[in-house]
């Protein structure tokens, strides 16, 4: 069974952070490049930071540069990500998934809002 469960958005305001989770089921997470992804209502899915396997190399939007950080934990089989310095274009409905052809399935999501 195939499963990806985000979790840790919510409000957050101007400036401030958050930190996502992602669990993963193994046939996902084992040996993949993992991936963060964001979607707002009327646009296509975006690529936000990506990781390595084995976690050593770490790249991300634009966008993100500097105030987001992607780690993982294999033991755990979970993806996380930490926010900083958020701002309202940050809003957004948050995914983990690999990122590989095999890719082709996803959770729902975890809601991230910022406002004042």
């Known amino acids: 069974q195939v499963q990806l469960v985000e979790s840790g958005g919510g409000l957050a305001q101007p400036g401030g952070s958050l930190r996502l989770s992602c669990a993963a089921s193994?046939?996902?997470?084992?040996?993949?490049?993992m991936a963060w992804y964001r979607r707002t209502p009327g646009k296509q899915r975006e690529l936000v930071a990506r990781?390595?396997?084995?976690?050593?190399?770490?790249s991300y939007a634009d966008s993100v540069k500097g105030r987001f950080r992607i780690s993982r934990d294999n033991g755990k089989n979970t993806l996380y990500l930490e926010m900083d310095s958020l701002n309202p274009e940050d809003t957004a409905v948050y995914y983990c998934?690999?990122?590989?052809?095999?890719?082709?399935?996803w959770g729902q999501g975890t809601q991230v809002t910022v406002s004042s």
């Open positions: 998934n690999c990122l590989s052809p095999h890719c082709d399935s």
């Open positions: 193994v046939i996902i997470f084992s040996a993949h490049i």
């Open positions: 990781i390595t396997s084995s976690g050593r190399t770490q």
